[in-house]
């Protein structure tokens, strides 16, 4: 537990560094992923925490990691969909199809 909080409290510190130290239109696209990925770890780790501090799916820890894997993996998808120009119902569809798919992905391997 106390490696997610440090990974959580250092996933925030640097994707602040990263979006204040960096201009996205200067940058290489390739280092677009790193919030991405940051926002990620962010929910993952968040979503560990939460499951552990409020003792949700303690017995069942398949479920706390799909449901933690779940919970980062909609952030991340929410940021790339965003970062198009705005949600709208297709995404709100591409989302759920998405995390449809990465829910049987988690829960079968």
Do not use: W
């Not at 130290?21 to 968040?46: D, K, S």
């Amino acid at each position: 537990m106390k490696q997610n909080i440090l990974i959580f409290a250092s996933s925030i510190v640097l994707i602040g560094g990263f979006f204040s130290l960096t201009n996205p239109q200067e940058i290489p696209a390739g280092l677009l992923i790193i919030p991405v990925l940051l926002m990620f770890i962010i929910g993952l780790t968040g979503m560990l925490v939460a499951l552990k501090v409020f003792r949700i799916a303690t017995n069942h820890p398949k479920r706390r990691r799909a449901v933690a894997v779940l919970g980062g993996s909609l952030m991340a998808f929410i940021l790339v969909l965003q970062s198009t120009g705005g949600i709208v119902a297709g995404d709100v569809l591409l989302i759920i199809l998405m995390m449809t798919m990465t829910y049987i992905y988690i829960t079968k391997f």
